[in-house]
């Protein structure tokens, strides 16, 4: 089994940055490929972004692209968000999640573990 745990959310002001963690234990972090996605009140969980279990590969959504990036640590077992230039649109529970695979997926439905999510709040 795998645990996700996220952290470093919190309350920013529009224009600015936060980094996210995902903390993973319980099995062999580098075989797996990760996400993040975010819901907000009321809405469905949308992707944000993706990595390969190498790092090799990343996608994005396009709400995101140029401003967030994704990377992980296999050393350290834990997956980043850095978003910058928040915007309030980006407010939402972000979560990471963990598929058990070579390849990545931009769906729900593509990962079998997942955090319990870590709120931001971006201000205008």
């Known amino acids: 089994q795998v645990q996700l745990v996220e952290s470093g959310g919190g309350l920013v002001q529009a224009g600015g940055s936060l980094r996210l963690s995902c903390a993973a234990s319980?099995?062999?972090?580098?075989?797996?490929?990760m996400g993040w996605f975010r819901q907000a009140p009321g809405k469905e969980r949308e992707f944000v972004a993706a990595?390969?279990?190498?790092?090799?590969?990343?996608h994005y959504a396009d709400s995101v692209k140029g401003r967030f990036t994704i990377s992980r640590d296999n050393a350290k077992n834990t997956v980043y968000l850095q978003m910058n230039s928040l915007k309030p649109e980006d407010t939402a529970v972000y979560y990471c999640?963990?598929?058990?695979?070579?390849?990545?997926?931009?769906?729900?439905?593509?990962?079998?573990?997942w955090g319990q999510g870590t709120q931001v709040t971006v201000s205008s």
């Open positions: 319980g099995r062999t972090f580098r075989n797996y490929a």
């Open positions: 990595i390969s279990w190498s790092g090799g590969n990343t």
């Open positions: 999640a963990a598929d058990p695979d070579l390849h990545i997926a931009t769906t729900v439905e593509g990962y079998d573990y």
